[in-house]
């Protein structure tokens, strides 16, 4: 099972930012998809989550209004639009998949992704 994130970089305060990541090896069509972001020194930290269905989601506080999760389950694949981004969002953003109910635990997660990094500049 690989999960391979994308649409990392460098932006500007106050830009917008679509990260994917693309699922192969495994269906994620019953998987809670969820992405966690972390910087050097601190633990990987829940960003947000969306059910199997799309039909639930949830973020952490910080980035509550401002990112969305979506999920497309025909293409095995899960989103994370970012607006207004801030220089405290910069960090290495990793996906996870897991078979159950959404946690925003990340030791609950089964499959993780390699990670995609971007820096938001002032």
């Known amino acids: 099972v690989q999960l391979q994130a994308s649409g990392g970089g460098l932006v500007q305060v106050g830009d917008s930012l679509r990260l994917s990541c693309v699922v192969s090896?495994?269906?994620?069509?019953?998987?809670?998809m969820a992405w966690f972001r972390q910087v050097p020194g601190k633990e990987r930290q829940f960003v947000a989550g969306?059910?199997?269905?799309?039909?639930?989601?949830d973020y952490t506080d910080s980035v509550n209004g401002r990112f969305t999760i979506s999920r497309d389950n025909a293409k095995n694949t899960v989103y994370l639009q970012m607006n207004s981004l801030k220089p405290e969002d910069t960090a290495v953003y990793y996906c996870?998949?897991?078979?159950?109910?959404?946690?925003?635990?990340?030791?609950?997660?089964?499959?993780w992704g390699q990670g995609t990094k971007f820096t938001v500049s002032s």
């Open positions: 969306i059910s199997w269905s799309g039909g639930s989601t």
């Open positions: 090896g495994r269906s994620i069509s019953y998987d809670t």
């Open positions: 996870a998949a897991r078979n159950g109910n959404a946690t925003s635990s990340l030791y609950t997660y089964e499959y």
